[in-house]
């Protein structure tokens, strides 16, 4: 089992940064493929990023890439989400979530574990 909490969202203007961190709870984090998701209000959970166990291998969502950077520390059981150039479409709770499996996927349906999810708001 593994529970997981997100931190680091808040109102933010375009082309500014955040930094969202997530937290996860069990001895296992090592062995489990990292990812976030975000959701806009009347939207789909889409896709953002997502880490491999070691970290050495990273997949990111079209709308994202080159502004976005996933990052973990297996010693602190934290996985992070570095946000530059962002974007007012890019406003939406953004979820931490994890797989106890390898390979990098975008499904939702594929991670078995979820934050509560934060708030990041882009202002134009």
């Known amino acids: 089992q593994v529970q997981l909490v997100e931190s680091g969202g808040g109102l933010v203007q375009a082309g500014g940064s955040l930094r969202l961190s997530c937290a996860a709870s069990?001895?296992?984090?090592?062995?489990?493929?990292m990812g976030w998701f975000r959701q806009a209000p009347g939207k789909e959970r889409d896709f953002v990023a997502a880490?491999?166990?070691?970290?050495?291998?990273?997949i990111y969502g079209d709308s994202v890439k080159g502004r976005f950077t996933i990052s973990r520390d297996n010693t602190k059981n934290t996985v992070a989400l570095q946000m530059n150039s962002l974007k007012p479409e890019d406003t939406a709770v953004y979820y931490c979530?994890?797989?106890?499996?390898?390979?990098?996927?975008?499904?939702?349906?594929?991670?078995?574990?979820w934050g509560q999810g934060t708030q990041v708001t882009v202002s134009s």
């Open positions: 880490i491999s166990w070691s970290g050495d291998n990273t």
């Open positions: 979530a994890a797989r106890p499996y390898s390979g990098l996927v975008v499904s939702t349906t594929r991670y078995d574990y």
């Open positions: 069990g001895r296992t984090f090592s062995r489990h493929v």
